[in-house]
């Protein structure tokens, strides 16, 4: 079920909320204590006030939860307890099918109170435990007490710190099966838990509609819940996708990768995953479990001792971006790494120049992990390519590495990046590989002089419009964008996951 938090400071701006997000939410959890002093008074109205609008009885149609959640619960409510409590009473009383009370009411007279006239009322008990900065070890015990045997519905909200949490709190989900609970990881390590409610045994997922303020730091919108990540088809057999990094909350991979299983009607789903430790990270990954992954910053290079075996353009770039699962009966069992930095970069190459880059003089500016793919790509094509880079130490490195791998009759020469390093014989296509252009700043060679004849390939694409792309078209240049890179490496992996994914 999707729970939409009504976050508005009035009674009013929530039912408009609520109004407009009916086709995506199952449920809603009014939050009370983010309510102004004067609309608390009002809430008794509300229930019959959502039923007016929706035009239909609230029930079980679009049951309502009452909260009030204190500032040391990570909520907003700062006045006397009591007043709290005659808030949580007065929801009870109004009709709200679902009220929750914090652990800690269990223990005080007024607190037991207050459930016991829940009890009688027939409205259910969320008993809940909010840690805002934490996780606390004993996952498991906890959702077990919460749940009183049953009697209650067990609510843990914790923050996971690490992707090691995550794995701790899909431990603790799996362990508690048979408890009837609501278990939400908050913040950029928990987001896995909103997407994948069902797997982690919750049963719902809150979402805060964009631009309201966020209930609790990591939420996602109901309409990308439903529409991106086609939240209510998710079942057992999904198969799981994802892309690994840090950060990751931008990457546009989960746009491109889950459009195209939804357009295909894959029953695959491709979530972000923030890792700080990629060990946890395959842990995560054999348990929930995931079928296929790509890599980005800064990972590429980490993952390779986990792969049982990895392509020649892995191999020859020393990272690797993209890696499947193997299928059962394969050997070596395991993670088949891929770069498809290669081809994702020669297919765009090929498409501007009409041709293979075969026989061409290619300068590459740049060393670094991608220089090494797109050097590659080029020798095994058979092209002539002249390394320069800031430290010539590094493009010597990446010439002596790579050399014995040319395979297609190219051949690799090294020089410094510098206004006196002579690139003719070099000047067909000239690749810029390094970060220099990232964010719209910078020119890593500003005193190249373009004679317009040169195909001028730019592979950052954040954005794509680079001071030195920009430089080069001015001069006549044909170009190409890192942009149409992005969008082939990305059409190479999904071809990987798509033959994973099930129909
Ligand atoms: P990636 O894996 O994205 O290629 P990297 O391995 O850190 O990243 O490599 C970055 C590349 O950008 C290197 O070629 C680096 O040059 P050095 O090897 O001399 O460091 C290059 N680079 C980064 N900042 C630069 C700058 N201001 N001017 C020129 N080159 C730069």
Same mark, same amino acid.
């Given at each position: 079920m999707i729970c939409l938090e009504l976050t508005g400071a009035t009674l009013r701006e929530n039912l408009t909320l609520l109004q407009s997000h009916t086709n995506f939410v199952n449920m809603a959890e009014l939050r009370i204590d983010l309510l102004t002093t004067d609309e608390r008074a009002a809430i008794a109205g509300f229930p019959g006030q959502v039923e007016q609008a929706l035009g239909r009885p609230l029930g079980r149609a679009l049951p309502l939860i009452c909260t009030v959640r204190r500032a040391s619960d990570g909520g907003s409510y700062v006045a006397s307890e009591s007043e709290r409590l005659r808030l949580l009473e007065e929801g009870i009383t109004a009709g709200f099918a679902y009220v929750d009370l914090e652990s800690d009411l269990r223990e005080s007279p007024a607190g037991k109170a207050v459930g016991e006239h829940a009890r009688v009322t027939g409205c259910e008990i969320i008993r809940s435990i909010y840690d805002p900065v934490g996780q606390p070890a004993d996952a498991e015990a906890i959702v077990r007490r919460l749940s009183d045997d049953g009697r209650e519905i067990a609510r843990l909200t914790v923050t996971p710190r690490t992707t090691a949490d995550l794995v701790v709190l899909l431990e603790a989900a799996d362990r508690t099966r048979d408890v009837r609970k609501i278990l939400i990881g908050t913040g950029p390590y928990g987001f896995p838990t909103r997407i994948l409610s069902r797997r982690f045994g919750s049963m719902l997922t809150c979402v805060s509609a964009p631009g309201t303020e966020q209930a609790a730091p990591g939420h996602i919108g109901p309409v990308d819940l439903t529409t991106l990540y086609r939240f209510r088809d998710i079942t057992p057999d999904t198969r799981l996708f994802g892309i690994i990094g +840090? /950060? =990751?909350?931008? +990457?546009r991979s989960p746009q491109y990768h889950n459009r195209r299983f939804a357009a295909d009607q894959l029953n695959a789903r491709y979530l972000p995953i923030l890792v700080d430790d990629v060990q946890a990270f395959f842990n995560l990954a054999d348990r929930l479990p995931f079928h296929g992954v790509s890599v980005t910053m800064p990972h590429k290079e980490a993952v390779l001792p986990f792969l049982a075996d990895v392509d020649a353009g892995t191999t020859a770039a020393g990272s690797c971006n993209t890696f499947v699962r193997r299928m059962p009966g394969a050997a070596p069992p395991g993670w088949f790494g891929v770069n498809t930095d290669v081809p994702g970069f020669l297919a765009p190459l090929r498409e501007a120049l009409g041709e293979n880059p075969g026989g061409l003089g290619v300068t590459v500016i740049g060393a670094g992990g991608a220089a090494r793919a797109v050097v590659y790509a080029l020798v095994q094509e058979g092209a002539r390519v002249l390394v320069v880079n800031r430290s010539v130490d590094r493009a010597a490195g990446l010439v002596s590495d790579l050399q014995p791998l040319g395979s297609g009759g190219g051949a690799i020469a090294s020089a410094s990046l510098a206004p006196d390093t002579d690139l003719n014989g070099y000047r067909d296509v000239i690749v810029q590989t390094t970060s220099v252009g990232m964010h719209g700043v910078g020119d890593p060679a500003p005193w190249l002089r373009f004679d317009g004849t040169e195909l001028v390939y730019d =592979?950052?694409? &954040? /954005? /794509?419009? &680079?001071p030195f792309i920009v430089r080069a078209r001015s001069a006549g240049c044909r170009t190409v964008t890192g942009d149409r890179m992005f969008d082939a490496q990305a059409d190479a992996q999904y071809r990987l996951f798509s033959r994973l994914a099930v129909s």
């Open positions: +840090s /950060p =990751i909350a931008h +990457s =592979i950052v694409y &954040t /954005p /794509p419009e &680079t």
